[in-house]
Structure formats: structure tokens, C-alpha cells
């Protein structure tokens, strides 16, 4: 079963058990879905549904700081509710042990050397993002890249 099928199910399930935020954010998430199939004109295979539950993810990560400083409580605990939904749809995500072996495996091809500066930050980003793309959050990577270069 694909993870688009999966949703579709799961979708018609939280329907039957009125589970109205479940509901909701599988439907945003298919609604994406379809966006992107219609801006494209292909269909999104499993590895574009997991880019876009990351996308949604982190949109909704990044709302949950906002709602801290302005005190709203309600909408925190709705959007770490959808979080959590979401979650459930994305692979298993990568320990942060395991992300500093791919840091430092990615840096020894590239001739990085651990400790040398924010410089090298760009070269380093970008390979080894592209390595854990939907397997662990940017901004966990650039902590852990961070804290290998500095």
C-alpha cells in the first residue's frame, strides 16, 4: 500500500471515528497532495508525499514557537496534535548519533576536517542533506553540522 492510499484509508477512517483532528490534517495533506500533482501534471509517488509531510511538518514546527510568545495554548496543543498525526506517515527518523556518523563520513569524502569554521557550512549542507532527506529535520542537521565545524 502506498503511502497516498494509506492516507486515503486512513482519511475514511477518522471519518467513521469522528476523529475530527486526525481528519483535518490527513485532508490538508492530501490537498497539498493534489497541488502539487496539478502544478506538476504527474502524479506524486512516496518519496514526494514524504517531502510534502515534511514540508507540512516543519510549517507547522515553525507556527508552534509564534503561538508560544503570543500565549496561545489552544492552538499549541492543535498544532503538536497534528504534528504528531503527521509524524506517524514520515519514516523513522535519524538518531542524532547516526546524524553525526553521516556528518562525519560525508566531510571525510569532501577533505573537511572537523573544527574548521563556519565556512565550509555551505559545502557540507548540501551533500549531506541530500543524504538524510526526510530522515531527520534541517535544523537537527545544522545543529550537528554546527557543532562538527566549530
Known amino acids: 500500500m502506498s503511502l497516498k492510499e494509506k492516507l486515503n484509508a486512513d482519511f475514511k477512517e477518522a471519518m467513521k471515528a469522528k476523529d ?3 481528519k483535518d ?3 490538508f495533506v492530501r490537498a497539498a497532495i493534489k497541488q502539487v500533482e496539478v502544478d506538476t501534471r504527474e502524479e506524486v509517488d512516496d518519496q514526494g508525499v514524504a517531502s510534502i509531510l515534511a514540508k507540512q511538518i516543519k510549517m507547522r514546527k515553525d507556527a508552534l514557537g509564534d503561538f508560544e510568545t503570543a500565549g496561545r495554548t489552544d492552538m499549541l496543543e492543535q498544532y503538536q496534535a497534528e504534528i504528531d498525526v503527521l509524524m ?4 523513522q527518523q535519524l538518531t542524532d548519533e547516526e546524524l553525526t556518523n553521516i556528518v562525519k563520513t560525508t566531510a ?4 573537511i576536517e572537523e573544527g574548521s569554521g563556519k565556512g565550509s557550512m555551505g559545502k557540507l549542507m548540501g551533500p549531506v542533506m541530500g ?4 530522515l531527520a529535520d534541517g535544523n ?6 554546527m557543532k562538527f565545524l566549530v
Open 140 to 145: 537537527d542537521v545544522k545543529n550537528i553540522v
Open 131 to 134: 543524504k538524510v532527506k526526510g
Open 25 to 27: 490534517t490527513i485532508n
Open 108 to 111: 571525510a569524502e569532501l577533505g
Open 20 to 22: 475530527k483532528v486526525r
Open 88 to 91: 506517524e506517515y514520515m519514516p
